[in-house]
């Protein structure tokens, strides 16, 4: 995936996870502040089944558009599910695991960007809150 990708692939992600009713999401940004990604996206399932279908979602979508995780792990445990998709990780978590972990806070340097969708309204809106250098071309 080329860095111009991520931004859209990050979409892609934000709008399966809504689509399976996640919560909660949060796009931070990691460049400068980590050297192994360039974005965070974090959301919440309500329960185990639910966290297991937000992740399954994700892959799904993604996989359609050509792109699988480098790695993938606690997904049986469905506590903390982790997508690494190299350029951008996917966090799913179960409301105790992301209040416990707080990787807001953790990670409080890292610039907290608007979702580059909103389905809430019923319609997707692209984010301003993506770089216009790093939005993809159409």
């Known amino acids: 995936m080329t860095k111009a990708k991520a931004p859209r692939m990050i979409e892609q992600a934000?709008?399966?996870?809504?689509?399976?009713?996640?919560?909660?999401?949060v796009l931070l940004g990691m460049k400068g502040v980590v050297s192994f990604t360039d974005y965070f996206l974090l959301?919440?399932?309500?329960?185990?089944?639910q966290v297991r279908a937000i992740s399954d979602s994700v892959e799904e979508q993604l996989r359609r558009r050509g792109l699988r995780p480098a790695h993938s792990e606690g997904y049986e445990q469905a506590e903390w599910v982790l997508l690494d998709y190299v350029d951008f990780v996917v966090h799913v978590f179960s409301p105790r695991a992301r209040a416990y972990y707080d990787l807001e806070r953790l990670w409080r340097r890292a610039a907290?960007?608007?979702?580059p969708?909103?389905?809430r309204s019923g319609h997707p809106e692209r984010s301003r809150g993506v770089p216009e250098d790093e939005r993809p071309k159409e």
């Open 14 to 25: 934000a709008q399966a996870a809504l689509e399976k009713k996640a919560s909660d999401l």
């Open 43 to 49: 959301c919440t399932g309500a329960s185990a089944p």
């Open 112 to 115: 907290r960007l608007p979702v």
């Open 117 to 119: 969708c909103d389905f």
